[in-house]
C-alpha cells in the first residue's frame, strides 16, 4: 500500500504563483515515477506535469514555461511550482505515484481568480 497526501493549494489571482507538495509514504519502490493531474468538472483528468526517479520530466503543452516539477526521494515528496497562474488553471490537483501500479492522492483544489 502506498499513501500519498497533497498540500499547498488554494485562491491565488491571475498572474499569481503556488506551490503544490506531495508525500508518499508505505511501500514504496526505488524506482517509479511522481506527479500531477489535473481535473475540471465534466472533463477528462489531465496530466500536468511528471517526474521521473532519475530526474526526467514531461509537461503539459499549457503549463511548459509556468509550472516546474521537482522531487525530494531522501523524502518521497514531489513539489509542483506553479507560476504565472491563469484561470483556467483552476482544478482539482492529483498527485500519483506510479511503480507498476498506479496511485492516487485525494486531490487538492486550486482556484485562479480575481
Known amino acids: 500500500q502506498v499513501q500519498l497526501v497533497e498540500s499547498g493549494g488554494g485562491l491565488v489571482q491571475p498572474g499569481g504563483s503556488l506551490r503544490l507538495s506531495c508525500v508518499a509514504s508505505g511501500s514504496i519502490s526505488s524506482i517509479y515515477v511522481m506527479g500531477w493531474y489535473r481535473q475540471v468538472p465534466g472533463k477528462q483528468r489531465e496530466l500536468v506535469a511528471r517526474?521521473?526517479?532519475?530526474?526526467?520530466?514531461l509537461y503539459a503543452d499549457s503549463v511548459k514555461g509556468r509550472f516546474t516539477i521537482s522531487r525530494d526521494n531522501a523524502k518521497n515528496t514531489v513539489y509542483l511550482q506553479m507560476n504565472s497562474l491563469k484561470p483556467e488553471d483552476t482544478a482539482v490537483y492529483y498527485c500519483?505515484?506510479?511503480?507498476?501500479?498506479?496511485?492516487w492522492g485525494q486531490g487538492t483544489q486550486v482556484t485562479v481568480s480575481s
Open positions: 500519483y505515484l506510479d511503480s507498476g501500479r498506479r496511485w
Open positions: 517526474i521521473a526517479s532519475g530526474g526526467s520530466t
